[in-house]
């Protein structure tokens, strides 16, 4: 009797998840069929129909990650369209160094699903028109246009961290500044504000950070003196 197409869809997922499962546990260099298939209880045939080799499982079980992200993802309530913005992001970035070996193995790849681009875009373009509602967007501004270029520069972050330019940490920093630095240019009002101080202060912390590496104790001068 044929499997029915639902059922179909539901091993699939079954299937991806004990992927990720498994890549999480063990790591993505333990990765081969006949283990997975033991790993999932299925045939090797089975795997080898559903994905045709073991590149195609892994790139379908970190694209499906991406492509039920921000569906899935709860907004935060009473809260500003920038802090949402930012909340979203960072749920993006927990998201990212959970699957983080999918992840690098997906964007050095340049295989992520073009209908989660699409999706994650379409988020940040609503939140920028909340921006707009609010009343603090300047009235020139194409918010598809700004949407496209804050995801071309966070997934320009992401390649940085996948390619071990930056570490976790700094991959989450730099995300938010560059969605700030996107921003400040077009917005107004409090949350033109809320961007400036937002900047202000990671400058502030990284200057003291590296005065407190070199040994500086005392505040910088001018002139060179302590």
């Known amino acids: 009797m044929p499997i029915s ?42 795997l080898y ?12 079980a970190g694209e499906e990650v991406f492509l039920n992200h921000y569906s899935s993802l709860d ?15 960072g749920k993006n970035v927990d998201m990212i160094l959970e699957n983080a070996e999918l992840s690098i193995l997906l964007t050095k790849a340049g295989r992520v699903d073009a ?41 320009a972050v992401v390649a940085e961290w996948a390619f071990g330019a930056i570490n976790d940490e700094q991959l ?22 809320f961007l400036k101080q937002m900047l202000i202060e990671d400058r502030s912390r990284r200057e003291k950070n590296h005065f407190e590496k070199a040994g500086w104790t005392g505040k910088p001068s001018l002139c060179g003196g302590r």
């Open 5 to 46: 197409q639902e059922r179909r869809k539901q091993r699939r997922e079954r299937l991806l998840a004990k992927t990720r499962e498994f890549v999480r546990a063990q790591g993505i260099q333990a990765v081969n069929i006949r283990k997975l298939a033991q790993y999932c209880d299925v045939s090797v045939p089975t």
């Open 49 to 60: 129909n559903q994905f045709g080799n073991k590149d195609g499982l892994l790139q379908a």
């Open 75 to 89: 907004h935060p309530e009473n809260c500003s369209a920038l802090e949402r913005m930012l909340y979203l992001d």
């Open 115 to 155: 209908s989660s681009l699409r999706m994650a875009q379409g988020v940040f373009g609503e939140l920028i028109e909340d921006i707009k509602r609010q009343g603090d967007l300047v009235d020139w501004v194409d918010t598809r246009y700004i949407a496209e270029r804050i995801y071309v520069r966070i997934r």
């Open 172 to 193: 989450r920093r730099i995300r938010h500044l560059d969605i700030a630095l996107v921003l400040l240019g077009v917005t107004t009002g409090k949350t033109h504000a």
